[in-house]
């Protein structure tokens, strides 16, 4: 086998390693069979999100197990992920988030995380 080939398998070998650590990382918090990844906050409200697209630039988010979805969008932010689409926050950092209506700054919950 010439060295050309044994390079490309490997690469190949990495490629998939890392696909399946970022997919692992995904899991933990999501729920398969929708897709959707469900917190909770210490408020007790209840939010399902999940990114919209690869880059993560469009999070859709449901709030307590309401059929309406806020199609947030992206947001510069100081630190984190903030999204917004001018009726609802929705800020995350780490694994944990914060939602908020904008209007009136009214907090539905903080500390959602996975429970």
């Known amino acids: 086998m010439a060295a050309s080939e044994r390079n490309v398998k490997r ?7 890392c696909l399946l650590a970022g997919l692992t ?5 999501a729920v398969p069979a929708a897709g959707w990844i469900r917190w909770v906050c ?9 990114y919209v697209d690869r880059s ?13 979805t806020h199609h947030l969008e992206k947001q510069p932010a100081g630190s984190g992920e903030f999204y ?5 926050a929705f800020h995350m950092n780490g694994n944990e988030g914060l939602v908020y ?5 009214d907090l ?3 500390g959602c995380t996975v429970r």
């Open 11 to 17: 690469l190949v070998l990495l490629g998939a390693i």
């Open 25 to 29: 990382g995904c899991a933990e918090k």
């Open 42 to 50: 210490d408020s007790q409200a209840e939010i399902a999100w999940h």
């Open 56 to 68: 993560h630039s469009i999070v859709d988010l449901r709030l307590n197990q309401e059929q309406v």
């Open 84 to 88: 917004t689409d001018g009726v609802l």
């Open 101 to 105: 209506w904008v209007a009136n700054n």
């Open 108 to 110: 539905i919950g903080r």
